[in-house]
């Protein structure tokens, strides 16, 4: 499946998003950043996108969809919990 259609197909629901995608063919890794995920659990995240590729998964022509949701805050908090290491 086209990372681009991935993409369009996420932006359609979350159209705030940033949606960084790995991967290629049948086997794709989202991350997906939006305000829309703020006060949802996170398995009703993964069941709203997983929700948008039932048929390509129920077909094969998507094989395995990974994904990363999270609001804009959580993601700002993982990054600033980065160490950096001098060398």
Same mark, same amino acid.
């Given at each position: 499946?086209?990372?681009?259609?991935?993409?369009?197909? $996420?932006?359609?629901?979350?159209? +705030?998003? #940033?949606?960084?995608?790995?991967? !290629?063919?049948? =086997?794709? !890794?989202?991350?997906? $950043?939006? +305000?829309?995920?703020?006060? &949802?659990?996170?398995?009703?995240?993964? #069941? =709203? $996108?997983? #929700?948008?590729?039932?048929?390509?998964?129920?077909?094969?022509? @998507?094989?395995?969809? =990974?994904? #990363?949701?999270?609001?804009?805050?959580?993601?700002?908090? =993982?990054?600033?919990?980065?160490?950096? @290491? +001098? &060398?």
């Amino acid at each position: 499946m086209e990372a681009e259609l991935v993409r369009r197909r $996420i932006l359609g629901v979350y159209g +705030d998003a #940033k949606v960084f995608i790995e991967g !290629e063919g049948c =086997s794709l !890794e989202v991350r997906i $950043i939006s +305000d829309g995920f703020t006060n &949802m659990p996170v398995l009703n995240r993964q #069941k =709203s $996108i997983m #929700k948008l590729f039932e048929t390509e998964l129920a077909s094969g022509a @998507l094989h395995a969809l =990974s994904i #990363k949701a999270r609001t804009p805050a959580e993601a700002n908090a =993982s990054v600033s919990g980065l160490v950096q @290491l +001098d &060398m």
